[in-house]
Protein backbone atom coordinates (compact mmCIF):
# COMPACT_ATOMS: atom_id res chain seq x y z
CA UNK A 1 0.00 0.00 0.00
CA UNK A 2 0.93 3.60 -0.52
CA UNK A 3 0.44 5.89 2.19
CA UNK A 4 -0.25 9.47 1.94
CA UNK A 5 -0.56 12.21 5.21
CA UNK A 6 -3.34 14.53 3.95
CA UNK A 7 -5.19 17.60 5.75
CA UNK A 8 -8.87 19.30 5.46
CA UNK A 9 -8.22 22.16 2.61
CA UNK A 10 -10.91 24.29 5.37
CA UNK A 11 -9.37 23.34 8.82
CA UNK A 12 -5.90 22.39 8.95
CA UNK A 13 -5.96 19.95 12.05
CA UNK A 14 -8.06 17.99 10.53
CA UNK A 15 -6.06 15.14 8.97
CA UNK A 16 -6.15 11.88 7.78
CA UNK A 17 -4.23 8.82 6.01
CA UNK A 18 -4.99 7.72 2.79
CA UNK A 19 -3.82 4.07 1.98
CA UNK A 20 -3.94 3.01 -1.76
CA UNK A 21 -2.93 0.38 -3.75
CA UNK A 22 0.49 1.23 -5.58
CA UNK A 23 -0.07 2.17 -9.30
CA UNK A 24 2.08 -0.34 -11.73
CA UNK A 25 4.52 2.21 -13.66
CA UNK A 26 3.56 2.89 -17.17
CA UNK A 27 6.40 3.62 -19.92
CA UNK A 28 8.61 6.91 -19.00
CA UNK A 29 7.85 6.90 -14.97
CA UNK A 30 9.62 5.77 -11.78
CA UNK A 31 8.95 5.19 -8.63
CA UNK A 32 10.74 6.71 -5.74
CA UNK A 33 10.77 5.33 -1.98
CA UNK A 34 11.02 8.84 0.39
CA UNK A 35 13.25 8.09 2.82
CA UNK A 36 13.67 11.72 4.84
CA UNK A 37 12.01 15.03 4.58
CA UNK A 38 11.87 18.01 7.15
CA UNK A 39 8.61 19.50 8.55
CA UNK A 40 8.91 22.73 9.98
CA UNK A 41 6.53 25.84 10.36
CA UNK A 42 7.86 26.59 6.34
CA UNK A 43 5.27 23.42 5.31
CA UNK A 44 2.68 24.67 7.84
CA UNK A 45 2.30 28.41 5.43
CA UNK A 46 1.94 25.61 2.39
CA UNK A 47 -1.25 24.70 4.16
CA UNK A 48 -2.25 28.48 5.03
CA UNK A 49 -1.71 29.32 1.55
CA UNK A 50 -2.29 26.21 -0.42
CA UNK A 51 -5.25 27.53 -2.61
CA UNK A 52 -3.68 31.19 -3.30
CA UNK A 53 -0.16 29.66 -4.19
CA UNK A 54 -1.22 26.43 -5.82
CA UNK A 55 0.73 24.14 -2.68
CA UNK A 56 -2.33 22.17 -3.43
CA UNK A 57 -2.11 21.25 -6.97
CA UNK A 58 1.97 19.75 -6.87
CA UNK A 59 0.17 16.12 -5.26
CA UNK A 60 -3.48 15.91 -5.28
CA UNK A 61 -4.95 13.18 -2.88
CA UNK A 62 -7.93 12.73 -5.26
CA UNK A 63 -10.86 14.55 -3.20
CA UNK A 64 -11.17 17.93 -3.76
CA UNK A 65 -12.14 18.44 -0.05
CA UNK A 66 -8.08 17.46 0.71
CA UNK A 67 -4.63 17.95 0.32
CA UNK A 68 -1.43 17.05 0.62
CA UNK A 69 1.19 19.60 2.32
CA UNK A 70 4.69 19.13 0.06
CA UNK A 71 8.23 18.81 1.63
CA UNK A 72 11.40 18.67 1.00
CA UNK A 73 13.69 15.93 1.25
CA UNK A 74 15.40 13.04 -0.49
CA UNK A 75 14.32 9.95 -1.86
CA UNK A 76 15.79 6.49 -3.62
CA UNK A 77 14.58 5.18 -7.10
CA UNK A 78 13.09 2.01 -6.20
CA UNK A 79 11.45 1.16 -9.83
CA UNK A 80 12.18 2.95 -13.05
CA UNK A 81 11.04 2.46 -16.71
CA UNK A 82 13.09 5.53 -17.75
CA UNK A 83 16.27 5.90 -19.40
CA UNK A 84 18.51 7.98 -17.58
CA UNK A 85 17.15 7.41 -14.14
CA UNK A 86 18.49 4.12 -12.61
CA UNK A 87 17.16 1.91 -9.24
CA UNK A 88 19.49 3.23 -6.46
CA UNK A 89 19.51 6.97 -7.04
CA UNK A 90 19.10 9.39 -4.89
CA UNK A 91 17.54 12.20 -5.65
CA UNK A 92 16.53 15.41 -3.52
CA UNK A 93 13.88 17.41 -4.35
CA UNK A 94 10.05 18.41 -3.17
CA UNK A 95 7.60 15.42 -2.00
CA UNK A 96 4.62 14.43 -0.84
CA UNK A 97 4.00 13.51 2.95
CA UNK A 98 3.68 9.94 1.83
CA UNK A 99 5.91 6.56 1.81
CA UNK A 100 6.68 7.12 -2.12
CA UNK A 101 5.67 8.71 -5.39
CA UNK A 102 5.78 8.04 -9.20
CA UNK A 103 7.09 11.08 -11.53
CA UNK A 104 7.58 11.18 -15.20
CA UNK A 105 10.93 12.45 -15.29
CA UNK A 106 11.67 14.90 -18.27
CA UNK A 107 14.50 16.93 -19.18
CA UNK A 108 17.33 14.51 -17.99
CA UNK A 109 20.77 15.66 -17.52
CA UNK A 110 23.33 14.24 -15.13
CA UNK A 111 22.79 16.67 -12.76
CA UNK A 112 18.68 16.13 -12.56
CA UNK A 113 15.68 16.05 -13.94
CA UNK A 114 11.70 17.22 -13.68
CA UNK A 115 8.60 15.98 -13.37
CA UNK A 116 6.85 16.23 -16.43
CA UNK A 117 3.10 15.05 -15.27
CA UNK A 118 0.29 16.82 -16.84
CA UNK A 119 -0.71 18.44 -13.69
CA UNK A 120 2.57 19.64 -12.74
CA UNK A 121 3.08 21.49 -16.19
CA UNK A 122 1.83 24.73 -15.39
CA UNK A 123 3.38 24.70 -11.86
CA UNK A 124 6.70 26.56 -11.11
CA UNK A 125 9.63 24.86 -11.98
CA UNK A 126 11.83 25.04 -9.20
CA UNK A 127 9.41 22.97 -7.20
CA UNK A 128 9.31 20.32 -10.11
CA UNK A 129 13.32 19.81 -10.12
CA UNK A 130 14.75 16.79 -8.41
CA UNK A 131 18.79 16.84 -8.24
CA UNK A 132 21.03 13.67 -8.19
CA UNK A 133 22.97 13.49 -5.41
CA UNK A 134 25.76 11.61 -7.38
CA UNK A 135 26.35 14.49 -9.35
CA UNK A 136 26.00 17.14 -6.61
CA UNK A 137 29.44 18.70 -5.53
CA UNK A 138 27.86 19.83 -2.47
CA UNK A 139 26.35 16.62 -1.49
CA UNK A 140 26.93 14.85 1.76
CA UNK A 141 25.21 11.89 3.41
CA UNK A 142 25.43 13.14 6.47
CA UNK A 143 24.00 16.97 5.81
CA UNK A 144 20.82 15.50 4.64
CA UNK A 145 18.77 16.32 7.50
CA UNK A 146 20.18 20.14 7.28
CA UNK A 147 19.58 20.05 3.44
CA UNK A 148 16.18 18.74 4.24
CA UNK A 149 15.41 21.21 7.08
CA UNK A 150 17.42 24.98 5.86
CA UNK A 151 18.09 24.43 1.87
CA UNK A 152 14.98 25.36 0.27
CA UNK A 153 14.08 27.79 2.88
CA UNK A 154 17.34 29.17 2.68
CA UNK A 155 16.71 29.88 -1.42
CA UNK A 156 14.20 32.03 0.05
CA UNK A 157 16.28 34.00 2.39
CA UNK A 158 18.86 34.58 -0.47
CA UNK A 159 16.69 35.68 -2.85
CA UNK A 160 15.07 37.94 -0.67
CA UNK A 161 18.29 39.32 0.04
CA UNK A 162 19.29 39.91 -3.36
CA UNK A 163 15.39 41.81 -4.03
CA UNK A 164 15.73 44.25 -1.20
CA UNK A 165 19.70 45.21 -2.12
CA UNK A 166 18.68 45.33 -5.78
CA UNK A 167 15.80 47.49 -4.90
CA UNK A 168 18.94 49.47 -2.43
CA UNK A 169 16.14 48.93 0.73
CA UNK A 170 13.96 51.28 -0.83
CA UNK A 171 16.63 53.83 1.04
CA UNK A 172 15.52 52.60 4.42
CA UNK A 173 18.00 53.15 7.28
CA UNK A 174 16.13 49.96 9.57
CA UNK A 175 15.10 46.72 8.32
CA UNK A 176 12.34 44.61 10.12
CA UNK A 177 11.95 40.62 10.54
CA UNK A 178 8.76 39.40 11.56
CA UNK A 179 9.46 35.38 12.98
CA UNK A 180 12.94 36.23 13.44
CA UNK A 181 13.68 32.79 14.97
CA UNK A 182 11.98 31.33 12.03
CA UNK A 183 14.66 29.56 9.83
CA UNK A 184 13.73 31.69 6.91
CA UNK A 185 13.87 34.66 8.91
CA UNK A 186 17.62 34.06 10.61
CA UNK A 187 18.83 32.53 6.70
CA UNK A 188 17.60 35.63 5.71
CA UNK A 189 19.46 37.27 8.67
CA UNK A 190 22.60 35.55 7.86
CA UNK A 191 22.87 36.79 4.27
CA UNK A 192 22.04 40.36 5.40
CA UNK A 193 25.32 40.20 8.18
CA UNK A 194 27.34 39.66 5.19
CA UNK A 195 26.44 43.08 3.87
CA UNK A 196 28.25 44.57 7.23
CA UNK A 197 30.47 47.04 6.78
CA UNK A 198 29.06 47.67 2.96
CA UNK A 199 27.63 51.02 2.20
CA UNK A 200 23.53 51.12 1.92
CA UNK A 201 22.57 47.95 4.35
CA UNK A 202 20.03 49.31 6.93
CA UNK A 203 20.03 48.18 10.98
CA UNK A 204 18.47 44.38 10.86
CA UNK A 205 16.08 44.23 13.96
CA UNK A 206 14.26 40.57 14.49
CA UNK A 207 11.02 40.73 15.89
CA UNK A 208 9.99 37.66 18.07
CA UNK A 209 7.78 36.51 21.19
CA UNK A 210 8.78 36.90 24.54
CA UNK A 211 9.72 32.67 24.77
CA UNK A 212 12.06 33.23 21.69
CA UNK A 213 14.36 36.17 22.45
CA UNK A 214 16.97 34.52 24.27
CA UNK A 215 17.60 32.26 21.02
CA UNK A 216 17.31 34.79 18.44
CA UNK A 217 19.46 37.31 20.56
CA UNK A 218 22.02 34.27 20.53
CA UNK A 219 22.19 33.68 16.92
CA UNK A 220 24.29 36.87 16.20
CA UNK A 221 22.80 37.76 12.79
CA UNK A 222 20.81 40.81 13.82
CA UNK A 223 21.66 44.27 15.36
CA UNK A 224 18.68 44.30 17.86
CA UNK A 225 16.10 41.64 18.79
CA UNK A 226 12.95 43.14 19.85
CA UNK A 227 9.64 41.44 21.55
CA UNK A 228 6.39 41.95 19.51
CA UNK A 229 5.02 43.92 21.89
CA UNK A 230 7.67 46.19 21.84
CA UNK A 231 7.84 47.55 18.46
CA UNK A 232 6.10 50.59 18.57
CA UNK A 233 8.97 51.28 20.92
CA UNK A 234 11.25 51.80 18.06
CA UNK A 235 12.00 55.17 16.35
CA UNK A 236 8.88 55.78 14.07
CA UNK A 237 10.86 58.82 11.99
CA UNK A 238 13.97 55.99 10.91
CA UNK A 239 12.79 54.84 7.31
CA UNK A 240 11.81 51.36 7.33
CA UNK A 241 11.30 48.10 5.54
CA UNK A 242 9.22 45.39 6.89
CA UNK A 243 9.83 41.82 6.05
CA UNK A 244 6.48 39.53 7.12
CA UNK A 245 7.35 35.72 8.02
CA UNK A 246 4.42 35.75 10.29
CA UNK A 247 1.81 36.80 8.32
CA UNK A 248 -0.12 37.98 11.75
CA UNK A 249 -2.51 40.89 10.78
CA UNK A 250 -2.04 42.47 14.37
CA UNK A 251 1.34 42.67 13.93
CA UNK A 252 1.53 44.29 10.78
CA UNK A 253 -0.98 46.65 11.61
CA UNK A 254 0.39 47.43 14.42
CA UNK A 255 4.00 47.97 12.16
CA UNK A 256 1.97 50.24 9.29
CA UNK A 257 0.40 52.19 12.28
CA UNK A 258 3.42 52.88 14.52
CA UNK A 259 5.64 53.79 10.95
CA UNK A 260 2.90 55.04 8.35
CA UNK A 261 4.59 56.83 5.53
CA UNK A 262 7.68 56.12 6.50
CA UNK A 263 7.51 52.55 6.25
CA UNK A 264 9.54 52.44 2.22
CA UNK A 265 8.45 48.85 1.47
CA UNK A 266 6.09 46.14 3.12
CA UNK A 267 7.23 42.64 1.95
CA UNK A 268 4.61 39.58 2.88
CA UNK A 269 6.91 36.65 2.61
CA UNK A 270 5.13 33.58 5.17
CA UNK A 271 2.51 32.84 7.70
CA UNK A 272 4.14 31.23 10.75
CA UNK A 273 1.50 32.86 12.72
CA UNK A 274 -0.90 30.90 10.43
CA UNK A 275 -4.10 31.43 12.83
CA UNK A 276 -3.68 35.15 12.78
CA UNK A 277 -3.41 35.78 9.08
CA UNK A 278 -5.51 38.81 7.70
CA UNK A 279 -5.55 41.09 4.82
CA UNK A 280 -3.52 43.95 4.41
CA UNK A 281 -5.89 46.58 2.68
CA UNK A 282 -6.68 49.85 4.05
CA UNK A 283 -3.59 49.92 6.16
CA UNK A 284 -1.13 53.23 6.47
CA UNK A 285 1.23 53.39 4.41
CA UNK A 286 2.32 51.19 1.77
CA UNK A 287 0.23 48.26 0.29
CA UNK A 288 1.88 45.07 1.86
CA UNK A 289 3.14 43.15 -1.54
CA UNK A 290 4.09 39.08 -1.72
CA UNK A 291 7.50 38.13 -2.20
CA UNK A 292 7.33 34.96 -4.86
CA UNK A 293 10.19 33.34 -4.66
CA UNK A 294 10.07 31.42 -7.72
CA UNK A 295 9.62 34.75 -9.84
CA UNK A 296 12.77 36.18 -8.38
CA UNK A 297 14.15 33.03 -8.96
CA UNK A 298 13.32 33.37 -12.61
CA UNK A 299 14.31 36.83 -13.05
CA UNK A 300 17.99 36.01 -11.26
CA UNK A 301 18.67 33.35 -13.72
CA UNK A 302 17.45 34.57 -16.81
CA UNK A 303 20.22 37.44 -16.02
CA UNK A 304 22.97 35.23 -14.53
CA UNK A 305 22.12 32.21 -15.88
CA UNK A 306 21.31 28.61 -14.07
CA UNK A 307 24.81 28.12 -13.73
CA UNK A 308 25.87 31.43 -12.57
CA UNK A 309 22.64 31.63 -9.96
CA UNK A 310 23.77 28.21 -8.63
CA UNK A 311 27.36 29.04 -7.96
CA UNK A 312 26.32 32.23 -5.98
CA UNK A 313 23.15 30.68 -4.58
CA UNK A 314 25.77 27.50 -3.22
CA UNK A 315 28.61 29.81 -2.09
CA UNK A 316 25.95 31.92 0.50
CA UNK A 317 24.92 28.35 1.13
CA UNK A 318 28.36 27.05 2.33
CA UNK A 319 28.71 30.19 4.92
CA UNK A 320 25.72 29.61 6.07
CA UNK A 321 25.30 25.62 6.82
CA UNK A 322 28.86 26.17 8.54
CA UNK A 323 27.43 28.59 10.58
CA UNK A 324 24.26 26.74 11.20
CA UNK A 325 26.47 23.26 12.44
CA UNK A 326 29.08 25.17 14.44
CA UNK A 327 30.37 22.42 17.06
CA UNK A 328 30.98 25.13 19.26
CA UNK A 329 27.27 26.97 19.26
CA UNK A 330 24.81 25.32 16.50
CA UNK A 331 22.07 26.96 15.17
CA UNK A 332 19.88 24.09 14.75
CA UNK A 333 19.34 20.37 16.81
CA UNK A 334 17.88 17.90 14.31
CA UNK A 335 15.40 15.54 15.85
CA UNK A 336 14.42 12.71 13.47
CA UNK A 337 11.70 9.98 14.11
CA UNK A 338 9.84 7.72 11.97
CA UNK A 339 6.69 6.66 11.81
CA UNK A 340 3.04 8.09 11.29
CA UNK A 341 2.75 8.84 15.08
CA UNK A 342 5.80 10.71 14.78
CA UNK A 343 4.00 12.56 11.51
CA UNK A 344 0.67 13.24 13.60
CA UNK A 345 2.61 14.76 16.51
CA UNK A 346 5.19 17.20 14.43
CA UNK A 347 2.56 18.60 12.50
CA UNK A 348 0.11 19.41 15.50
CA UNK A 349 3.14 20.35 17.58
CA UNK A 350 3.95 23.08 14.55
CA UNK A 351 0.33 24.21 14.13
CA UNK A 352 0.48 24.42 18.44
CA UNK A 353 3.58 26.27 18.11
CA UNK A 354 5.25 24.09 20.41
CA UNK A 355 8.66 23.02 18.58
CA UNK A 356 11.32 25.21 19.97
CA UNK A 357 13.17 27.33 17.18
CA UNK A 358 16.62 24.93 18.44
CA UNK A 359 14.69 22.13 16.78
CA UNK A 360 14.66 20.90 13.17
CA UNK A 361 12.30 17.98 13.32
CA UNK A 362 13.40 15.25 10.01
CA UNK A 363 10.71 12.06 9.59
CA UNK A 364 9.94 9.02 7.69
CA UNK A 365 7.49 7.02 7.03
Not at 13 to 18: N, S
Not at 135 to 153: K, M
Not at 164 to 183: D, Q, R, Y
Not at 240 to 249: F, I, K, T
Request: charged content about 20%; aromatic content about 12%.
Amino acid sequence: MTTMFAVERGDLRRTRWLDTPPVALRPGEARLRIDLFALTANNVTYGAFGEAMHYWDFFPTGDAGTGCIPVWGFATVSESLVEGVDVGERFYGYWPMADEIVLAPVRIAATQFFDGAQHRRELPSVYNRYLRCSSDPTYRRENESLNALLEPLFTTSFLIDDFLAKSEFFGANTLLISSASSKTAYGLGFCLARRRGQPGPPKVVGLTSPANLAFTRQLGCYDDVVAYADVTTLPADDRAVYVDMSGDAMLRAAVHSHWRDQLAYSCSVGGTHWQALGGGKGLPGPRPVLFFAPAQAKKRIAEWGSDGFGQRVASAWQGFIERVANSQTPWLRVVAARGRDAVESTYAALLDGRVAASEGRVLAL
